[in-house]
């Protein structure tokens, strides 16, 4: 699993307390490279690997599954490199994302080769959940 823009590593350490084996998290803020380090051990997870960068850095390849809690503009340009990054089947939980951005977000993602296929809002807020499609 990876975690793409962890801030201080929150879904990934839930991920990995819920029961994922292996888990990369990311994001380009050194601040938050080192807050997820540090509140992982302090977790006492140990089954993260963190990186200080963008997705061309991410390491691993056929991802299970992908969290981003991320703005609209970041997932938006990161769309297809997410798609390429899962293996087929795969699933992509976007969160973080307005109400009012649903069109813009959902049409990226299919273009990117991923279909929706659920979602929840609270207030202004959406979490959407998609799969990538068929064979890449």
Known sequence: MLDYGCGT?????????????EL???DIEDESYRNTVENALANDVHNITVRC??????????????LANINRNVILDSLPR?????RPGGWLLISGILAEDETAIVEAAEKAGFQKKRQTQRGNWLCVFLEVRGEK
Not at 9 to 21: D, E, M
Not at 53 to 66: K, M
Not at 82 to 86: E, G, H, R, T, Y
């Open 82 to 86: 997410l798609a390429q990054l899962l």
């Open 24 to 26: 990369e998290a990311i």
């Open 53 to 66: 960068g963008t997705l061309n850095d991410v390491q691993g390849r056929d991802f299970d599954g992908i």
């Open 9 to 21: 590593g929150i879904l990934a350490i839930l991920a990995s307390k819920l029961g994922a084996a």
